[in-house]
């Protein structure tokens, strides 16, 4: 990575970090791929695109907002009430996949970000 460069400046900052929540959220609310995980949300995926925004923008060496309004992300946690196995995680995957592939970036750090998420994901699971 280059030395003055985050993540988040390389993701094009705020609005590239948003450009990557919306996609993510607008695939799980249209495709048939993620219906699973869809059914996990509320009726409007608002609050929960808001969350991932801040907290990515945070993650990726951005402004620290939603440990700033929130505290410390305590993921697992806050997806204890979730049923979460493999097919919920490989639905997460999915769209955020497409939604990484779908951004311009650097192939590095697509691929840095991919596995980062994909081990975040696979994190998250509570259930065989």
């Given at each position: 990575?280059?030395?003055?460069?985050?993540?988040?400046?390389?993701?094009?900052g705020d609005a590239g970090i948003r450009g990557i929540v919306d996609r993510f959220y607008d695939l799980m609310d249209t495709a048939p791929e993620a219906a699973t995980i869809r059914r996990l949300h509320a009726a409007s995926l608002k609050a929960s695109r808001d969350k991932l925004y801040l907290y990515l923008m945070g993650w990726t060496g951005g402004p620290p907002i939603y440990v700033e309004?929130?505290?410390?992300?305590?993921?697992?946690?806050?997806?204890?009430?979730?049923?979460?196995?493999?097919?919920?995680?490989?639905?997460?995957?999915?769209?955020?996949d497409r939604s990484l592939d779908e951004h311009e970036m650097p192939d590095w750090l697509r691929s840095d970000l991919k596995d980062k998420l994909h081990a975040l994901a696979d994190h998250m699971r509570n259930r065989e």
């Open positions: 990575m280059p030395d003055a460069a985050t993540p988040y400046d390389l993701l094009g309004q929130r505290g410390h992300p305590r993921l697992r946690m806050r997806h204890l009430p979730f049923s979460i196995g493999d097919r919920e995680r490989d639905e997460w995957i999915w769209c955020m």
